[in-house]
Nanobody, 125 residues
Framework: VPLQACGGGLVQAGGSLRLSCEGA????????VGWFRQTPGKEREFVAGIKWNSRNTYYADSVKGRFTISRVSAENTVHLQMNSLRPEDTAVYHC???????????????????WGQGTVVTVSS
């Protein structure tokens, strides 16, 4: 399923951004959708994930309490609300989806079949 990610930008530390991941032309209902981020020279890092049907959510420890992942059926979209942003949150953020994924693999990039293009988030100090 093609995915489109958007919403990145430049924000000061302590600010907020909302990223969106849309299943372009095809519904992502029934999928697991995850957000990952990557900085130069580092591996892709899990940020948050959501099971579309159950709405169960999963977060990396580094973003718990600051980021919230949610889905909107009518929009066929998954949002990542990012609050209290820090300079270390600066990265390219990617959304990904998989129809068949076990819970223990939700944070594993290779478990996802579909990826959207990245959106850049820059947090200034």
């Amino acid at each position: 399923v093609p995915l489109q990610a958007c919403g990145g930008g430049l924000v000061q530390a302590g600010g907020s951004l909302r990223l969106s991941c849309e299943g372009a032309g095809r519904a992502v209902s029934g999928y697991v959708v995850g957000w990952f981020r990557q900085t130069p020279g580092k591996e892709r890092e899990f940020v948050a994930g959501i099971k579309w049907n159950s709405r169960n959510t999963y977060y990396a420890d580094s973003v718990k309490g600051r980021f919230t992942i949610s889905r909107v059926s009518a929009e066929n979209t998954v949002h990542l609300q990012m609050n209290s942003l820090r300079p270390e949150d600066t990265a390219v953020y990617h959304c990904a989806a998989s129809r068949t994924i076990i819970q223990s693999s939700i944070g594993v990039p290779s478990a996802y079949n579909y990826w959207g293009q990245g959106t850049v988030v820059t947090v200034s100090s």
